[in-house]
């Protein structure tokens, strides 16, 4: 009997998030209400890099820790660092490249995509609202994000913990559409690069793409790193970035899919009984004008 496809990761397409696998098994994607089951094979293994549109396996196929948040290992990570435009090491990519500004609900950051990606790569991060400033060229885009977080103190990363204590109780969309909008006229100030081109400025709300509620969500408990055979099932109530929220029997569970990658996964029936580990999450402290 052959072994199920191990998980790649969580990506976004048109809006929905898919699970992608190391093999050539079509990608599964996964809607608001979903029902779903998966069981863990054996062991967690390295998937390899992406090169030129296809992976290229570990070739060791290197054991991985069930704690670590996404499918490589330290030899694969450096080689993939190589050649990638998030680590900053391939600058002569002749795309189009796109600046944003993403809220995540209590930190603001500032980034770039390709811009044939359109929405996907906030969609991914997680973003609670967001808005384009410019595109052009990879390089001028590089020298606006450092404008900004040089002159405005904007960041160019938020912690996953961070995004996910934010929305437990998120600013509203118009609060953060307005910080966005006051924070993109600051761009008058700024010595403008050659090879951007300011855009007309949109603020999206992406939380009803996400089913995350106004008033945020508080799930009880979080999946643990896998052990062999565990099993994951619930309704997905809500799917952010990486992040499903599972409503179980046990409560709401936060279920973070770079836990997931390198693992081989059988789709069970839905309903399985939920057997994976997880660990309560404390209840959020709220500020004090929030209890009256």
Same mark, same amino acid.
């Given at each position: 009997?052959?072994?199920?496809?191990?998980?790649?990761?969580?990506?976004?397409?048109?809006?929905?998030?898919?699970?992608?696998?190391?093999? !050539?098994?079509?990608?599964?994607?996964?809607?608001?209400?979903?029902?779903?089951?998966?069981?863990?094979? %054996?062991?967690?293994?390295? *998937?390899?890099?992406?090169?030129?549109?296809?992976?290229?396996?570990?070739? +060791?196929?290197?054991?991985?820790?069930?704690?670590?948040?996404?499918?490589?290992?330290?030899?694969?990570?450096?080689?993939?660092?190589?050649?990638?435009?998030?680590?900053?090491?391939?600058?002569?990519?002749?795309?189009? #490249?796109? $600046?944003?500004?993403?809220?995540?609900?209590?930190?603001?950051?500032?980034?770039? !995509?390709?811009?044939?990606?359109?929405?996907?790569?906030?969609?991914?991060?997680?973003?609670?609202?967001?808005? #384009?400033?410019?595109?052009? +060229?990879?390089?001028?885009?590089?020298?606006?994000?450092?404008? #900004?977080?040089?002159?405005?103190?904007?960041?160019?990363?938020? !912690?996953?913990?961070?995004?996910?204590?934010?929305?437990?109780?998120?600013?509203?969309?118009?609060?953060?559409?307005?910080?966005?909008?006051?924070?993109?006229?600051?761009?008058?100030?700024?010595?403008?690069?050659?090879?951007?081109?300011?855009?007309?400025?949109?603020? $999206?709300?992406?939380?009803?793409?996400?089913?995350?509620?106004?008033?945020?969500?508080?799930?009880?408990?979080?999946?643990?790193? *896998?052990?062999?055979? =565990?099993?994951?099932?619930?309704?997905?109530?809500?799917?952010?970035?990486?992040?499903?929220?599972?409503? !179980?029997?046990?409560?709401?569970?936060?279920?973070?899919?770079?836990?997931?990658?390198?693992?081989?996964?059988?789709?069970? $029936?839905? =309903?399985?009984?939920?057997?994976?580990? +997880?660990?309560?999450?404390?209840?959020?402290?709220?500020? %004090?004008?929030?209890?009256?």
């Amino acid at each position: 009997m052959s072994e199920p496809p191990r998980v790649a990761g969580l990506v976004w397409n048109d809006g929905l998030p898919q699970l992608e696998w190391s093999a !050539t098994t079509p990608r599964t994607p996964l809607r608001l209400g979903d029902e779903i089951a998966f069981g863990a094979g %054996q062991d967690r293994q390295c *998937l390899g890099i992406w090169r030129n549109g296809k992976r290229l396996g570990c070739p +060791t196929r290197t054991p991985l820790a069930a704690a670590a948040h996404g499918p490589l290992c330290p030899e694969c990570q450096t080689m993939d660092r190589s050649n990638s435009i998030a680590a900053d090491t391939r600058l002569d990519d002749p795309r189009e #490249f796109a $600046v944003y500004l993403a809220h995540h609900g209590s930190r603001v950051k500032i980034g770039i !995509t390709a811009a044939d990606r359109g929405s996907a790569r906030l969609l991914e991060q997680g973003a609670l609202s967001s808005a #384009f400033l410019s595109g052009g +060229t990879l390089a001028a885009a590089r020298r606006v994000e450092r404008l #900004f977080t040089s002159a405005f103190g904007v960041t160019d990363r938020v !912690t996953s913990p961070t995004k996910r204590t934010a929305r437990l109780s998120p600013p509203t969309a118009a609060e953060r559409a307005t910080e966005l909008r006051d924070l993109a006229k600051n761009v008058s100030t700024l010595d403008w690069p050659d090879g951007q081109t300011l855009r007309e400025l949109e603020v $999206v709300d992406h939380t009803p793409t996400y089913g995350l509620p106004a008033d945020g969500i508080r799930p009880a408990h979080a999946l643990a790193p *896998l052990t062999p055979y =565990g099993v994951i099932s619930g309704r997905i109530t809500c799917q952010i970035a990486r992040d499903l929220y599972l409503d !179980t029997p046990h409560g709401l569970v936060l279920a973070d899919t770079q836990l997931l990658s390198g693992w081989p996964l059988n789709l069970l $029936v839905p =309903g399985a009984p939920f057997t994976a580990t +997880t660990e309560p999450i404390a209840a959020p402290v709220l500020p %004090q004008d929030a209890l009256f």
